[in-house]
């Protein structure tokens, strides 16, 4: 009988969080989002980094907070220093809980592969 070849072969899935409705709250792209608007301290920037509308990253951060019922980004409007946005304490705090998840989630889902893979591969 011939010998099983070894198969580079590894699992992906990925996370997300809806509401009841099925309305998508947070994942990568929202996590990448407000990652942006973090480190830029501006709308703007993230939507021209992620290569979106304004207008598009703006309506997926106002319709996470509406479904959350939170408020995640503070904005400054502009003036003599010029406008800005920032994150607030519960946005940080979701931002921390979604990568914590998802790396559990890389964990667990790499570990049942290897267990339910291991005598195929």
């Not at 997300?16 to 480190?39: C, H, M, N, S, T």
């Not at 509308?53 to 309506?59: D, E, L």
């Not at 509406?66 to 607030?88: A, C, D, F, H, P």
């Amino acid at each position: 009988m011939p010998k099983k070849k070894k198969l580079p072969l590894r699992v992906k899935s990925k996370v997300w969080v809806e509401d009841k409705q099925g309305g998508a709250i947070f994942g990568e792209g929202r996590l990448e989002i407000l990652e942006i608007v973090e480190r830029s301290g501006s709308l703007h920037k993230a939507s021209k980094e992620l290569k979106m509308s304004y207008r598009a990253v703006w309506g997926k951060i106002k319709a996470t907070e509406q479904r959350l019922g939170m408020k995640l980004v503070e904005t400054r409007v502009g003036g003599i220093r010029g406008g800005g946005s920032k994150l607030t304490s519960i946005a940080k705090e979701l931002l921390a809980r979604f990568k914590e998840l998802e790396e559990r989630q890389v964990e667990m889902i790499d570990g049942l592969f290897q267990e339910i893979f291991k005598d195929f591969l």
